[in-house]
């Protein structure tokens, strides 16, 4: 089984940071894109930023310039560097990874329950 197990969300004034962690465990033999989403009060999810095996980074318009995404392959550990929030950035946070699992010999999506983050004006 392969967990994705979020942190540092939490509640943070406008024009502040905060930095998620969501570190993957299990039977992980590798991984291909990890990436964030979130999803606001009454809305879809939707992608934030996804990063590549090799580094190449994504990001949605609203969140370019403000968002940094990292990832350490050795720790199976994806961070979102967020900056200058907004009240708009209020959501949860999910973390999501492309893991390939040794006993099914194939790459499956795997899911973090979330990190709630609140943005106050």
């Known amino acids: 089984q392969v967990q994705l197990v979020e942190s540092g969300g939490g509640l943070v004034e406008a024009g502040g940071s905060l930095r998620l962690s969501c570190e993957a465990s299990?039977?992980?033999?590798?991984?291909?894109?990890m990436a964030w989403y979130r999803q606001a009060p009454g809305k879809q999810r939707e992608l934030v930023a996804v990063?590549?095996?090799?580094?190449?980074?994504h990001y949605v318009n609203d969140v370019k310039g403000r968002f940094t995404i990292s990832r350490d392959n050795a720790k199976n550990t994806v961070w979102l560097q967020m900056n200058s929030l907004e009240p708009e950035d209020t959501a949860v946070y999910f973390c999501?990874?492309?893991?390939?699992?040794?006993?099914?010999?194939?790459?499956?999506?795997?899911w973090g329950k979330g990190t709630l983050v609140t943005v106050s004006s």
């Open positions: 999501n990874a492309e893991v390939f699992v040794l006993d099914m010999a194939k790459y499956m999506t795997y």
């Open positions: 299990g039977m992980i033999l590798s991984m291909n894109d």
């Open positions: 990063i590549s095996n090799g580094g190449r980074t």
